[in-house]
């Protein structure tokens, strides 16, 4: 299983089906078989058992398959229209949100906005937060008072992974936590 096959598969299936010709349906999903015809005729030599390997060793579960094992599609991060299907969940009292400190100034005015995606992502745990905001610098994890948001009416779901997803969290929500500091790895 190779690194470049999960961040092409990631590739497509958030960002850029049409870029190798690719349609999903209006819930992000996509026959396995034609993903793996169309990837193959664009150049990129991927067959059925490297997919099947590339879902079942991602650590973070980017990548689901159906139930009956033919469509895949990515659990979260899409930068593309697509309506998951989730119903809306109670989510926890609280969530986390990693960042770099960069971004803080712009945050504490405006809240946290999706930006290029369609949802904001939070996690359920501190440490999970800290690894995320280390991919775009020095990072600082806030927590979102998630009970707050969900009794003030805001809709909650959690993608395929367990990542917990939002539409735009008011600044009202936040307090900035220190980060650990023994943690935050850059993956
Ligand atoms: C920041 C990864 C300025 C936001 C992770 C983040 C996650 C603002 C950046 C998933 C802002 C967007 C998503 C505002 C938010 N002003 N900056 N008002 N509101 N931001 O990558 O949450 O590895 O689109 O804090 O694990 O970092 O790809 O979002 O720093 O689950 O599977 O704008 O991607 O998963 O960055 O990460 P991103 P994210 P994968």
Redesign the pocket.
Not at 97 to 100: K, L
Not at 109 to 117: C, I, K, N, V, Y
């Given at each position: 299983m190779s690194a470049e096959t999960s961040k092409f598969l990631?590739y497509i299936l958030r960002h850029a089906p049409e870029s190798i010709g690719l349609e999903l349906d209006s819930e992000g999903w996509t026959d396995i078989d034609t993903l793996i015809a169309k990837a193959n005729a664009a150049g990129q030599a991927i067959d059925q058992e490297m997919l099947l390997l590339t879902v079942r060793d991602s650590e973070?579960k980017?990548l689901t398959l159906s139930e009956d094992g033919a469509r895949i599609r990515a659990a979260?991060?899409h930068s593309i229209k697509v309506d998951l299907g989730h119903a809306p969940s109670q989510p926890p009292a609280q969530l986390f949100?990693?960042?770099?400190t960069r971004?803080l100034e712009?945050?504490l005015?405006?809240?946290?906005?999706?930006?290029?995606?369609q949802q904001?992502?939070l996690?359920a745990d501190r440490e999970?937060a800290t690894?995320?905001?280390a991919?775009?610098g020095k990072p600082v994890v806030l927590s979102v008072n998630a009970s707050r948001m969900a009794e003030g009416g805001h809709t909650f779901f959690q993608a395929d992974n367990g990542?917990w997803l939002t539409n735009h969290v008011p600044a009202v929500y936040l307090t900035i936590i220190e980060a650990p500091a023994a943690g935050g790895t850059c993956?």
């Open positions: 990631s973070k980017r979260q991060g949100h990693g960042t770099a971004f712009a945050i005015a405006e809240g946290l906005q999706p930006g290029s995606r904001v992502h996690s999970t690894q995320v905001g991919r775009h990542v993956q």
